[in-house]
C-alpha cells in the first residue's frame, strides 16, 4: 500500500530564515516522488520531482527537495523564505511498480512571518 | 494555452440534486483524476480514467459518478446519494499513466450545498 505523511500541519518561519516542511512516504516498490503547492482557492502547482539520479533536486521558485531513501523522506527545503511563500504545500508519491494513482499526503501550511 | 479548464468556479445544490463538473484538458494527456478537498484530509481520489471509455473507482467513489467519452473531457456527477458533498473539487490529468511526469491540476470547483 502507498501512503504519504506530513506530520506537521503548521509550519511558521520568519521570512529570511531557511524553511522545511517534511514528507515521509511508504510504497512497495521505489518512489516517484513530488511537492506541490496550493493557494487559497486554487489548484495544485507542480513544484518538483525525484525520479532517480542525484537526491537532491531543485524546483520553482528556489525549493529542493532532498531524497533519503533510508528514510523514506523527501523533505522540501529553501535557503531564505519569503512571505509570497506562505501556503499549502502537498508532498505526493507514486509507486513505480505500476500503481497508476497520485497518493497525497494532508498538506502543510507554511506561513512566513515577515 | 495548454491546460485544465474546471467549471464552474462556484456551485450550489439543493439538497436531492444531482449536479455535474467539468472538467476539459488540451494537453493531449491519456489519464484524467477527480479529486475530493476538504480541510485538514488533504486530496482524496474519487474516480480515474487512464484512456476514453474506461474508469475505475477510486478511495471515495460513493454517491459520484463519471464518464470518459473523449480524451479531453471527465466529467464528475455529484449524485443525491453523496451525503456531504461540499468540499472543493480538482480534476487532474498526466500525461502517460505509468509515466513519472507530474500532474497538472485545474482551478478548482467549490461546491456548496444549499
Known amino acids: 500500500a502507498q501512503s504519504v505523511a506530513q506530520p506537521e500541519d503548521q509550519v511558521n518561519v520568519a521570512e529570511g530564515n531557511p524553511l522545511t516542511v517534511k514528507c515521509t512516504y511508504s510504497?512497495?516498490?521505489?518512489?516517484?516522488l513530488f511537492w506541490y503547492v496550493q493557494y487559497p482557492n486554487r489548484g495544485l502547482q507542480f513544484l518538483l520531482k525525484?525520479?532517480?539520479?542525484?537526491?537532491l533536486v531543485k524546483g520553482s521558485y528556489g525549493f529542493e527537495a532532498e531524497f533519503n531513501k533510508s528514510q523514506t523522506s523527501f523533505h522540501l527545503k529553501k535557503p531564505s523564505a519569503l512571505v509570497s511563500d506562505s501556503a499549502l504545500y502537498f508532498c505526493?508519491?507514486?509507486?513505480?511498480?505500476?500503481?497508476?494513482?497520485?497518493?497525497f499526503g494532508t498538506g502543510t501550511r507554511l506561513t512566513v512571518i515577515p | 494555452d495548454g491546460g485544465i479548464t474546471q467549471s464552474p468556479k462556484y456551485l450550489f445544490r439543493k439538497e436531492g440534486q444531482n449536479v455535474t463538473l467539468s472538467c476539459e484538458q488540451n494537453l493531449n494527456h491519456d489519464a484524467m483524476y477527480w479529486y475530493r478537498q476538504d480541510p485538514g484530509q488533504g486530496l482524496r481520489l474519487i474516480y480515474y480514467s487512464q484512456i476514453v471509455n474506461d474508469f475505475q473507482k477510486g478511495d471515495i467513489a460513493e454517491g459520484y459518478s463519471v464518464s470518459r467519452e473523449k480524451k479531453e473531457s471527465f466529467p464528475l456527477t455529484v449524485t443525491s446519494a453523496q451525503k456531504n458533498p461540499t468540499a472543493f473539487y480538482l480534476c487532474?490529468?498526466?500525461?502517460?499513466?505509468?509515466?513519472?511526469?507530474?500532474?497538472?491540476f485545474g482551478q478548482g470547483t467549490r461546491l456548496t450545498v444549499v
Open positions: 525525484y525520479i532517480t539520479g542525484d537526491n
Open positions: 487532474a490529468s498526466i500525461a502517460q499513466p505509468d509515466g513519472n511526469t507530474e500532474a497538472f
Open positions: 505526493a508519491v507514486r509507486d513505480r511498480a505500476g500503481a497508476n494513482n497520485l497518493f
Open positions: 510504497v512497495s516498490g521505489n518512489p516517484y
